[in-house]
């Protein structure tokens, strides 16, 4: 049995593709009966794996969990709790993916396998980012885990893959902004929206929603009766992203509205 295991399966999690097939099959496990019946550390920790490499990851993550309680003062037992983490995180069960990987990080903080541990823990929170329409917490609990993983590993291949989320992550929270603004706008609520608009250009500016939201401003500028604010809007609009449909929107509004304004 390899004693880096975990640090294998984590270059298999970086792939992503290759437990989509068993997360699938996880689903069919809870119905099945682990025998929990006491045997030796080796043989408990390779069924467990045997579990895992046929797709049987509630199974697996109940064997490994029972490697810790038969045998709690084995190195097997550090190895089964973060490999029980992994099988939860296989099986869609994120929550005691989490749980499971914070309790390895608190009793065994120093371990080699920290890295991956908490690398466990984002995926299990980015992994549940909803869409737009629904509450965010889940995506700012994946973005504070995200960072902490690249904060205190970052020449890990855990901290380039976090990096890579952090700007997926930050889009979806710009769009979920936009989605929020562009309501207030529908309901008239102008200031509402300019607020919110005004976010994503300070907070996500190098997302995708960038260029809408300074048109969107250069819209809630002129309804707000702030002409100057648009026209500086606008203007930014044009230096940054010159040939964007939003800047040729911008353009004909300010021209129709603000006409004369300078952008100084």
Same mark, same amino acid.
């Given at each position: ?9 984590? $270059? ?6 290759? =437990? ?7 689903? %069919? ?18 069924? +467990?794996?045997?579990?895992?490499? $046929? ?9 490994? !969990?029972?490697? @810790? ?21 296989? +099986?869609?069960?994120? %929550? ?14 120093? *371990?080699? !396998?920290?890295?991956? +541990? ?8 980015? @992994? ?6 629904? !509450? ?16 205190? =590993? ?22 979920? /902004?936009? @989605? ?13 929206? !300019?607020? $919110? ?17 300074? =048109? $969107? ?8 009766? &702030?002409?100057?604010? +648009? ?8 230096? *940054? ?6 800047? /040729?929107?911008? =353009?004909?509004? &300010? ?10």
């Amino acid at each position: 049995m390899s004693r880096h295991l975990p640090r294998q399966i984590a $270059r298999a999690a970086l792939a992503a593709a290759t =437990f989509a097939s068993l997360s699938a099959c996880a689903s %069919n496990d809870a119905g099945k009966d682990v025998a929990y019946v006491a045997r030796d550390v080796e043989s408990l920790y390779a069924e +467990a794996q045997k579990r895992l490499d $046929r797709g049987n990851t509630l199974q697996a993550a109940a064997l490994f !969990d029972e490697v @810790e309680r038969q045998h709690p003062y084995s190195p097997w037992a550090r190895r089964a709790q973060l490999m029980s983490a992994f099988s939860y995180y296989v +099986a869609r069960d994120y %929550n005691k993916a989490i749980q499971n990987a914070q309790r390895f990080l608190s009793i065994h903080p120093g *371990n080699k !396998d920290a890295p991956y +541990a908490y690398y466990l823990i984002a995926l299990s929170y980015y @992994e549940q980012i909803s869409d737009v329409n629904r !509450d965010q917490k889940i995506t700012e609990q994946a973005q504070t885990a995200l960072r902490e993983v690249n904060r205190r =590993f970052p020449q890990t291949e855990y901290a380039a893959d976090a990096r890579l989320k952090l700007d997926l992550v930050a889009d979806h929270l710009a769009g979920k /902004e936009m @989605e929020i603004g562009r309501h207030y706008e529908r309901m008239g609520l102008w200031l509402a929206a !300019d607020i $919110r608009f005004r976010n994503v250009v300070e907070k996500f500016q190098t997302t995708s929603h960038t260029p809408e939201a300074l =048109f $969107r401003l250069t819209e809630t500028s002129l309804a707000l009766g &702030v002409r100057e604010e +648009a026209v500086k809007y606008a203007a930014v609009l044009g230096a *940054n992203y010159p040939g964007s449909e939003w800047y /040729e929107r911008a =353009f004909k509004l &300010v021209d129709k509205n603000a006409s004369g304004v300078s952008a100084s």
